[in-house]
Protein backbone atom coordinates (compact mmCIF):
# COMPACT_ATOMS: atom_id res chain seq x y z
CA UNK A 1 0.00 0.00 0.00
CA UNK A 2 1.02 3.62 -0.64
CA UNK A 3 1.16 6.25 1.79
CA UNK A 4 0.76 9.77 0.82
CA UNK A 5 2.05 12.80 3.88
CA UNK A 6 2.44 16.16 3.06
CA UNK A 7 -1.18 17.71 3.59
CA UNK A 8 -2.30 20.71 5.20
CA UNK A 9 -3.67 24.40 5.02
CA UNK A 10 -2.39 26.44 2.39
CA UNK A 11 -3.16 30.01 1.63
CA UNK A 12 -4.97 30.89 -1.81
CA UNK A 13 -1.82 31.12 -4.40
CA UNK A 14 0.96 29.27 -2.22
CA UNK A 15 2.34 26.18 -2.16
CA UNK A 16 2.36 22.47 -0.70
CA UNK A 17 4.29 19.49 -1.97
CA UNK A 18 3.13 16.20 -0.84
CA UNK A 19 5.01 13.21 -1.41
CA UNK A 20 3.63 9.30 -1.76
CA UNK A 21 5.86 6.41 -0.54
CA UNK A 22 5.62 2.41 -0.27
CA UNK A 23 7.33 0.56 2.91
CA UNK A 24 6.56 -3.46 0.91
CA UNK A 25 7.27 -2.56 -2.78
CA UNK A 26 10.00 -0.29 -5.20
CA UNK A 27 8.19 2.61 -6.88
CA UNK A 28 9.93 2.79 -9.43
CA UNK A 29 8.67 -0.31 -11.04
CA UNK A 30 5.38 1.42 -11.75
CA UNK A 31 3.34 4.43 -13.20
CA UNK A 32 2.21 6.14 -9.95
CA UNK A 33 -1.00 8.47 -9.97
CA UNK A 34 -2.20 11.22 -7.86
CA UNK A 35 -5.96 11.92 -7.59
CA UNK A 36 -8.22 14.37 -5.58
CA UNK A 37 -11.22 14.36 -3.52
CA UNK A 38 -13.36 16.99 -2.54
CA UNK A 39 -16.04 17.16 -0.36
CA UNK A 40 -19.32 15.35 -1.48
CA UNK A 41 -17.46 15.00 -5.16
CA UNK A 42 -16.02 12.12 -7.30
CA UNK A 43 -12.24 11.29 -7.00
CA UNK A 44 -10.53 12.81 -9.76
CA UNK A 45 -7.22 12.78 -11.36
CA UNK A 46 -4.36 15.37 -10.49
CA UNK A 47 -1.90 14.04 -12.51
CA UNK A 48 0.40 10.76 -13.00
CA UNK A 49 4.18 9.73 -14.05
CA UNK A 50 5.63 6.79 -15.92
CA UNK A 51 8.58 4.38 -14.03
CA UNK A 52 11.51 6.28 -15.33
CA UNK A 53 10.13 9.54 -14.86
CA UNK A 54 10.09 10.87 -18.04
CA UNK A 55 6.39 10.89 -19.60
CA UNK A 56 3.55 12.46 -17.09
CA UNK A 57 -0.03 13.25 -17.89
CA UNK A 58 -1.67 16.30 -16.14
CA UNK A 59 -5.21 17.22 -15.50
CA UNK A 60 -5.99 20.45 -17.46
CA UNK A 61 -7.44 21.65 -14.31
CA UNK A 62 -3.78 21.90 -12.98
CA UNK A 63 -1.24 22.01 -15.96
CA UNK A 64 1.50 25.18 -15.40
CA UNK A 65 0.59 25.11 -11.41
CA UNK A 66 1.02 21.31 -10.68
CA UNK A 67 4.64 19.26 -10.74
CA UNK A 68 4.21 15.62 -10.49
CA UNK A 69 8.18 13.91 -9.97
CA UNK A 70 9.99 10.92 -8.48
CA UNK A 71 13.07 10.41 -7.36
CA UNK A 72 13.09 6.71 -7.49
CA UNK A 73 15.77 6.17 -4.98
CA UNK A 74 14.19 7.06 -2.36
CA UNK A 75 11.25 5.31 -3.31
CA UNK A 76 9.43 8.85 -3.85
CA UNK A 77 6.77 10.68 -5.93
CA UNK A 78 5.73 14.02 -5.12
CA UNK A 79 3.23 16.21 -6.32
CA UNK A 80 4.15 20.17 -5.97
CA UNK A 81 1.23 22.18 -5.57
CA UNK A 82 1.97 26.21 -6.70
CA UNK A 83 -0.44 28.83 -6.82
CA UNK A 84 -3.27 26.78 -5.20
CA UNK A 85 -6.52 27.84 -5.33
CA UNK A 86 -9.92 27.15 -3.24
CA UNK A 87 -10.83 24.46 -5.70
CA UNK A 88 -7.74 22.66 -4.79
CA UNK A 89 -9.06 21.22 -1.51
CA UNK A 90 -9.52 17.79 -1.15
CA UNK A 91 -7.88 14.44 0.14
CA UNK A 92 -5.10 13.33 -2.40
CA UNK A 93 -4.64 9.70 -3.27
CA UNK A 94 -1.73 8.07 -4.99
CA UNK A 95 -1.88 4.87 -6.63
CA UNK A 96 -0.18 2.64 -8.35
CA UNK A 97 -0.80 1.77 -12.62
CA UNK A 98 -1.84 -1.20 -13.20
CA UNK A 99 -0.25 -2.01 -16.56
CA UNK A 100 3.03 -1.19 -16.19
CA UNK A 101 5.77 1.37 -15.66
CA UNK A 102 6.08 2.86 -19.25
CA UNK A 103 2.81 5.27 -19.60
CA UNK A 104 -0.16 5.81 -17.60
CA UNK A 105 -3.41 7.22 -17.35
CA UNK A 106 -6.22 9.76 -16.15
CA UNK A 107 -8.69 6.67 -15.52
CA UNK A 108 -9.17 5.62 -11.80
CA UNK A 109 -9.86 2.17 -12.32
CA UNK A 110 -6.32 1.52 -13.67
CA UNK A 111 -4.95 1.88 -10.57
CA UNK A 112 -4.58 -0.24 -7.29
CA UNK A 113 -2.80 -0.05 -3.87
CA UNK A 114 -4.00 3.19 -3.03
CA UNK A 115 -3.15 4.80 -0.13
CA UNK A 116 -5.50 6.48 2.65
CA UNK A 117 -4.37 10.06 1.33
CA UNK A 118 -3.88 13.23 2.82
CA UNK A 119 -5.90 16.41 2.99
CA UNK A 120 -5.27 19.83 1.52
CA UNK A 121 -7.05 22.72 2.90
CA UNK A 122 -6.74 26.15 0.80
CA UNK A 123 -8.15 28.81 2.84
CA UNK A 124 -6.82 32.38 4.04
Known amino acids: QLVESGGGLVQPGGSLGLSCTAS????????IGWFRQAPGKERDFVAC????????VDADSVKGRFIISRDNAKNTVSLQMNTVQPEDAGTYYC???????????????????WGQGTRVSVSS
Open 24 to 31: EFRLGIYA
Open 95 to 113: ARFLYGSTWCTETETDYEA
Open 49 to 56: INGEGLHT
